[in-house]
């Protein structure tokens, strides 16, 4: 019995280890190709031939202030994260658990957002930018994104299956709708505003097209766009680019490997004893 | 409302006030206008108001170098679009990238999901490494994957085992679509798993104990407590993915550095690169609007119907 | 669920209604973002010049703009770097209908076309009467290519005709000897070198690469008016017949994205190219040696011209400091830097320096003279992408029709 279970153990371990390379070989080979010379890529060299120099360029020559995109690129993120973590759920909330009048429509209005690509409506919004004074500002750069239709859309699916009990049982306490969202349900959607703030962060911190759109210079340039200027002579320079995708990765990872200990059980642990 | 602080009126203010922010933040009518209204000034004016202004577009013969000379041509772009067969070979893509990657992806990534919920030694390293290809520049993963996916590789040897040519995926007209759905799920999975992986917190102990004192089966508390519980999150995947799916961009991109869009022979051709080809590489920004309208139609329809299937009723 | 479609339709109604409303009254709201000059500094008018290029591209234009007073001390010339030229081609239309775009570009010839036909650029041959700019600094073939319609609408920077590259090596070792002058010694030759993992010839299902063929029969796509004519037919022909032979390969299928890093790789022994190898090779295989020679004779001497020039973009607020100041950047100091990055300059007096500097193109010299412009249409875009969609169908899809099939589908649209 106790061995049929290591067994089976010992299968999931294997099994998942499998998995893992499989999904982390790309991102590896991203990195091996970041420290090779250009006239290895695509080739499987020694360790011999690593080399440093393709970061070293970014941190070396003047015209790359990868300190200053790094600054950037934090309080773009941030800004955007934390206006997402107020009005996402408000609005989530308020499409799952009330009823009121234009719900319906609201909901679709929600759904339509994320259907139109970006694309279509950067003009536009770049010369709405422009008349606010706000190119190469992080104004721009935030406000149009403090809000996402596709986490409204996730946190409202969450916020359905919150039991109706819990919400009755804090109005016995005396609190008002408003104070059970805060007090109450807030907290204990814990998990899914996680998932949201890595989504969002995620999202925010590898967005290329709009800030390089909207903040073009290369003082306002976040990582990414300031990563990508890098280009060699007529060609890319693969091993490069890839240090740069290495460089602006990194932190992301760093961020959602903090966070997801947070995913303890939220709900189940509060349990519904009312 | 109207009792309690007319009364109180003159006694005390504080009261009054109370009783008034009491009734605005207790009734759902207000309290619902009130918590979409952020969402909804910022929606209209970086959203809408932007919209309509390509909407408008859509209707015109423009072309960006000389927008002051775009002239309104009423449907035409939009006739022009319904007889471009092109249009509806990208449209039967961007279908099938849908119909292919969404089910493996979905179910892949709630896979993943109760993998790394599991009392796993190291799951945070799990959980992570799953999700890197979900945050990771596209068009790297998409270069790393074009070494992986060359002719004579051991992948494509591998494939080629299996009854697949050994041919460099991405170059052959027969296969490159179906590399871009071997991205695309590659990068949704982790996507689905953190999703899922919130969703799985969520769940109430207390159902599976209800589920254990019935003596349920492993695989029946899965099929009975779990999937049903996580059905209206399943509807936000798969209508989220299937949005992706249309958007789908950079990965064709990638495959398409330095040759047309779609590249090989517009084999990879979707209705977003349409558009962008038309719209932006083309300058023809009223025929490339009016692209996305329609684009825009057809996902609406879709999600409505993944709703009406789907999701939980009201 | 009649609940949700009224919901739905009532949205659409919703749109529709402020769709109309707004689109009475507005949608043309121009927008001039007011003047950021800041004039105060004795009238000095301010230029911006966009471009996209690398670090060092960007240090000699610094460079420009800080010396540009002592030629024109009303000028002040700002350099805004792009990231990228898609990036650039994102941005331009918000920044036109904005108001901040740049007032001058460089750009390459290779798709300028499309850009002058469509209106993005003033014509300059006024602004040269006003501001005193000598044009007869560069020579009639720069000055031609960017002539459209009898009219100047470039500042020529540089000029480089294409190449056919050799592996000196992979042709030593085979014994071959004199180096091809036509397409005929370059088959015999392939049929030689292709042996292995080596293919003979690259050739890039690429316009660029294409249009170097077809020229070098006498053909040319004459600005749409002559896609499937005979020349190009037979220039068409002969590449397909390579690839039937097994000669010839397309990148592409090697998993590569341009002919450079085929060769490179040394996976294919010639190929179609520009001056651009000699950098790149510089990096990604310093041991290869190559040797650069014209472009191979079909029926005559033919090849493209990659020129690249400022132009004044048609909303520039003050066009004749903006033409100035593109002259200005092809001075000397400026001319000689790009030199040594590799740049053919488009100064007569300068070019006979070039191939001094760089020897390994000495070859090319003579092909200075016949090469031209690339002639595509004006849908420029639309017809590479278009050229190239059918060459991979036959080629990597295997859609079976002939070169002149091709040309006549592809000429069908170009009218």
Known sequence: MLTR????????????IILGLLFALPFLYTIYTSVIPMRHVNTLTSPANWTFENFKIFFT???????RWFLNTVIMTGAVVIGNLIINPMAGFALAKLNFKGKGLIYWIVVATMMVPYHMILIPVYVNVAQLGWLNTFWGLTV???????????????????????????????????????????????????????????????????PST????????????????????FFENTPMIMAGVVLSTLPIILFFFLFQRQYIEGISNAGVKG | MSDYSSKHADLKGNKIRQSWFRSLADSDKTLGWLFTLPFLILWAWWFLYP????????????????????????????????????????????????????????????????????????????????????????????????????????????????????????????????????????????FTMIVYLSGLQEIPKDLYEAGEIDGASKWNKFRYITVPFLKPITFFIVSVSTIAGFQIYDQIAAISRYG??????????????????????????????????????????????????????? | MGKMNKKFSAMLVLCLALVVSLSACGGSKSADNTDKASGDKAEKVTVNFGFWGTA??????????????????????????????????????????????????????????????????????????TTGVDMNRFPDTSKKIWNVDGKQYGVPNSDMPAMFFINEQMWKDAGLGEYPTTWDEVIEAAKVLNKGDVKGIIVNLDAFHITNYVKSFGGGWGNGETINSPENVKALEMIIDMYDQGLAVTPKSLGFGWDGEVFSNEQGAMSTGGYWYKGYLKDANPDLKMVAIPVPKGTTNGSTM????????????????????????????????????????AVSSLSEQYFEKNPEFKALQPALEYSTDYGYPTDTKRFTDELVKELEGLILGGSGKTAQQILDDIQAQFK
């Not at chain 1, 020559?61 to 300190?67: E, G, R």
């Not at chain 1, 909207?214 to 002579?233: C, F, H, I, Q, R």
């Open chain 1, 5 to 16: 279970k290591n067994n089976r153990r010992l299968l999931l371990y294997i099994g998942t």
């Open chain 3, 56 to 129: 060092q591209d960007l240090e000699i234009y610094q460079k420009a703009a800080d010396t540009i007073s002592e030629q024109y001390p009303e000028i002040e010339l700002k350099i805004k770097q792009y990231p990228s030229s898609e990036q650039f081609w994102n941005t331009l239309p918000g920044e036109i209908a904005a108001g901040v775009a740049p007032d001058f570009i460089k750009m390459s010839n290779e798709g300028a076309y499309e850009y002058i036909n469509k209106g993005l650029f003033s014509p300059i041959d006024d602004l040269v009467q």
């Open chain 1, 214 to 233: 909207l903040a073009n210079t290369p003082e306002m340039y976040v990582l990414v766009v300031g990563l990508n200027s890098v280009k060699d002579m």
């Open chain 1, 144 to 210: 149009p994104f403090l809000y996402q239709g596709l986490y409204i859309f996730m946190l409202r699916q969450f916020f359905i299956s919150v039991p109706n009990e819990f919400l009755e049982a804090a109005r016995m306490d005396g609190l008002t709708k408003m104070g059970a969202f805060w007090r109450i349900v807030y907290p204990l959607a814990r998990s899914s505003l996680i998932t949201m703030s890595i989504l969002a962060f995620a999202g925010t911190w590898n967005s290329y097209l709009v």
């Open chain 1, 61 to 67: 020559n003047d015209a790359y202030n990868v300190p």
């Open chain 2, 51 to 190: 919209f309509i202004q390509s909407f408008v577009r859509s209707f015109q013969d423009a072309n960006f170098a000389a927008l002051d000379q775009a002239k309104f041509i009423g449907l035409e772009n939009y006739v022009t679009i319904l007889q471009d067969k092109e249009f509806f070979q990208a449209l039967l893509h961007s279908l099938e990238i849908v119909v292919i990657s969404i089910p493996i992806q979905t179910v892949l990534g709630l896979l993943l999901a109760i993998l790394v919920n599991q009392k796993l030694k190291g799951k945070g390293i799990f959980r992570t490494v799953f999700f890197i290809p979900y945050i990771t520049s596209q068009i790297a993963i998409t270069t790393v994957f074009m070494m992986l996916f060359k002719q004579g590789t051991f992948l494509t040897k591998f494939f080629g085992a299996l009854g697949f040519g050994n041919v460099t995926w991405f170059a052959d007209t027969n296969y490159a679509l179906l590399f871009v759905c071997i991205l695309f799920i590659f990068q949704q999975a982790g």
């Open chain 3, 306 to 345: 990659s020129s690249d020039a400022y132009m004044v973009l048609k909303d520039g607020k003050n066009k004749e400091a903006a033409l100035k100041a593109a002259y200005y950047m092809t001075n000397d100091d400026t001319q000689t830097a790009f030199m040594e990055l590799g740049f053919n300059p």
């Open chain 2, 260 to 314: 047309a869009l779609g590249s090989p022979a517009g084999a990879t051709s979707t209705v977003v690169t349409y558009f962008y080809q038309h719209g932006i590489r083309y300058m023809n920004i009223g025929y490339g609007s009016a692209a996305v309208v329609l684009f825009f139609i057809i996902i609406m329809l879709i999600t409505y119907l993944q709703k009406k299937f789907l999701d939980e009723k009201e």
